[in-house]
């Protein structure tokens, strides 16, 4: 099964100095019908104004991966943690029994464009923790590049999730086919460009959500920044 939902058709959000997308129900949006996709809670596509940013505040028992498209965000935390996230990087904060952080834009020009997701833990009272590896453009060209996972295992990051993320770039004659597990969910979001994604032809901001498929099939990308999820039912 294949649900399609367009960019357009997801909450907005402008504060300003914040513009935010919410493909799921997030603070003052709600629609009961999309409260999640399995463990994935949140994805908040957030476009930061320079010199602004969220300032401090707490997390608990939750898997946050930050990925940036454009700019950098700076980050600190309550366990002295300091570290700016630039395209290419892929950060995991395991928020477990309990943290607080902020997140800046500190460019004097030039806005933050960056992906901020939610992932539900296999358990909660998890010690607070982080990671952040980069991948280069040329590891993501032209294939799906597994950037976080259960296990590490490729050199992903860890989360401590029933999911796993990978990432890719593709223009022209780029394909690739990933094998799915009919009985898990998989979430594809188009972060930059169009590709079509098992015959659905996606648009910058829109997702796919299959269901008891046994493949996903990805070409005629343009200018495309995929990002697919593998997610326990």
Request: hydrophobic share 35%; aromatic share 8%.
């Amino acid at each position: 099964m294949q649900t399609l939902r367009r960019s357009q058709d997801r909450g907005y959000a402008d504060h300003d100095w914040l513009q935010s997308f919410h493909s799921f129900s997030f603070a003052d949006y709600y629609d009961p019908a999309f409260m999640g996709f399995g463990p994935l809670r949140v994805i908040n596509e957030d476009r930061v104004a320079p010199g602004r940013g969220f300032g401090t505040h707490g997390h608990r028992d939750m898997e946050i991966v930050s990925y940036v498209l454009e700019g950098s965000l700076g980050h600190k935390d309550s366990l002295g943690h300091g570290a700016s996230i630039r395209p290419g990087d892929v950060q995991r904060m395991s928020a477990g029994t309990g943290i607080r952080h902020s997140e800046f834009n500190h460019e004097l020009s030039g806005q933050t464009h960056f992906l901020q997701i939610w992932i539900e833990p296999l358990q909660s009272g998890l010690t607070p923790g982080y990671e952040q590896k980069n991948f280069s453009a040329e590891d993501k060209r032209g294939r799906l590049r597994l950037v976080a996972s259960p296990d590490g295992r490729d050199g992903s990051v860890t989360i401590h999730a029933d999911a796993s993320l990978s990432v890719g770039l593709f223009d022209g004659d780029e394909q690739a086919e990933m094998a799915l597990n009919p009985a898990r969910k998989a979430y594809v979001h188009m972060a930059r460009g169009q590709a079509v994604v098992n015959g659905q032809a996606l648009m910058v901001g829109d997702a796919l959500m299959l269901e008891g498929e046994s493949s996903l099939r990805l070409a005629q990308g343009q200018g495309a920044e995929v990002l697919v999820f593998d997610l326990a039912p």
